[in-house]
Structure formats: C-alpha cells, structure tokens
C-alpha cells in the first residue's frame, strides 16, 4: 500500500537540487522517517538531482528534471528523469580506489548508492535516463 | 543569508577560516574556492579550516577541499582540518580521505601541528 505519492519537475539550474532536497524532505518528514534515514535520503536526493541537471540536462533550461516521490509502510521511492542521453554506471571509477582518492568529482554515485538500499539506472527507450532510488524504513 | 559563512582570523602565520553553513555545490563550494584562492594570492599558506559549524556537505563540497588541499600543497603550503561534525567526519572516512587529511580537535594542537 502507498500511504502518498507526490511528483513535481524543476528547471535545470543548480538552484534545483536545494529545491528538490526541500521539497523532498517535507516529504518524507511528513511520512516519518528516521534521521538517519532522512540524512541519507537528503545527500542522495542532492547528488541525483546534481547528476540530472549538470551531466544529463546539461543545465538545458528548456529540459526538466522530474521526481516522483512515493511513501509505503515500507520504504521510501524516489525516481528521478532526465531528459540526457545516459550514461552506464558501471563505467564511473570507484572514487575509493587509491588512484581516485584525491580526484575532485566523482563522489556522487558513489553517495547514491552508500545511503540508498537499492540504486538502478534506465536508459528510457524514447529518450532520457531514469534513476530509481529505494530506501527502507 | 549566505550559504557558507567564512570568518578569517590569524593565530601566528595560521589563517584560522572559521566556516558555518553549507558546502554544497554552488554557493558554498565557490565561496570555499574564492577564500582559498585569494589566501593563496596573498602568500597566505598555512590555512587551518575549523569547520564546527559546517553541518553539510555533499559530494561538490568535498571535492572542492581536495581541491584546496591539492592546490595549497602544490603551492608550499599545509592545509589542516579541525572539528570536524561526526557526519563530516563519517563522509571522509568512508571516501577514504580521513587519511589524507591531518584533522584536528583541538585549536592548540591544530596551531601546534604547524610549527
């Protein structure tokens, strides 16, 4: 059962990602979550979002960047569209790798997949990626 | 209000930047930016971050004080980290750049580390 599903889109700018991380923990605030859990899903929420409108939208204004929010007795959803090309992430260097540990960037996915239980990517056939983040209550 | 706070105050030929706020990507990873660049520009090169008031900071945030460290050290200089939040503290240990950094504390011992 969904307890509530919410969805809203943002202009790619870099002012987005502090707005989706606003609006989102509202959301799971209201639909009680731990602080932990609320931490986690904050810093991931930050780094999609920051993927989405710089690597994927390219800070294209005329594309968006579109989130779904649900809440379930069980965990949190949280999916995220682009409007870019895609990319694999399997092809990011592990930025915990020694000769990765003093790069500049690089961390994001890396985040993502630290404080979220589950982390899948989808290239969408008619265009633009998808992530799909789960955490668990 | 700014994202990022930066206060610079000097203890001996340390820059202390008592920093509040966020470094996020943006505001606050630019103004780190700024701040250490301009202590650069000024032969200002060993810059202690007292960052007790940094309560968040996301990937950008980190990359830019590897960023920092890198550049300061090309340039002669030590850059030294001091109390750091626990969250802080667990991202750092988790990238694995808890042993890249030389974290402090406390102030006097930070200041100390540096003669």
Redesign the interface.
């Known amino acids: 059962m969904t307890l509530e599903t919410t969805d809203f889109s943002l202009p790619s700018h870099i002012e987005a990602v502090a707005t989706a991380a606003a609006a989102v923990a509202d959301f799971v605030s209201r639909n009680g979550v731990s602080e932990e859990a609320a931490f986690g899903i904050d810093m991931a929420v930050r780094e999609a979002v920051t993927n989405a409108v710089l690597h994927g939208n390219k800070q294209d204004e005329t594309k968006a960047v579109d989130l779904i929010l649900k809440s379930s007795p069980d965990a949190f959803e949280i999916i995220i569209h682009d409007q870019g090309s895609g990319f694999n992430p399997n092809d990011v260097p592990d930025p915990t790798d020694e000769e990765n540990i003093l790069k500049t960037s690089g961390r994001g996915i890396f985040f993502m997949r630290t404080f979220m239980d589950e982390v899948h990517w989808l290239i969408r056939p008619e265009g633009g990626t998808t992530v799909r983040m789960l955490k668990r209550r | 209000m700014a994202e990022l706070n930066i206060a610079e105050r000097q203890a001996g030929d340390v820059t202390v930047l008592d920093m509040s706020g966020k470094i996020?990507?943006?505001e606050g990873s630019v103004a780190l930016r700024t701040a250490i660049r301009r202590l650069l520009e000024e032969n200002k090169k060993r810059i202690l971050l007292n960052l007790a008031g940094v309560g968040y900071i996301?990937?950008?945030g980190?990359?830019?004080l590897?960023?920092s460290?890198?550049a300061i050290n090309k340039d002669g200089g030590q850059l030294k980290l001091l109390n750091l939040t626990q969250?802080l503290q667990d991202l750092l240990t988790?990238?694995?750049?808890l042993t890249?950094f030389d974290v402090y504390e406390g102030e006097a011992e930070a200041l100390n580390s540096f003669k």
């Open positions: 996020t990507i943006g996301d990937s950008s980190i990359g830019e590897v960023s460290y890198t969250k988790i990238t694995k750049l890249v």
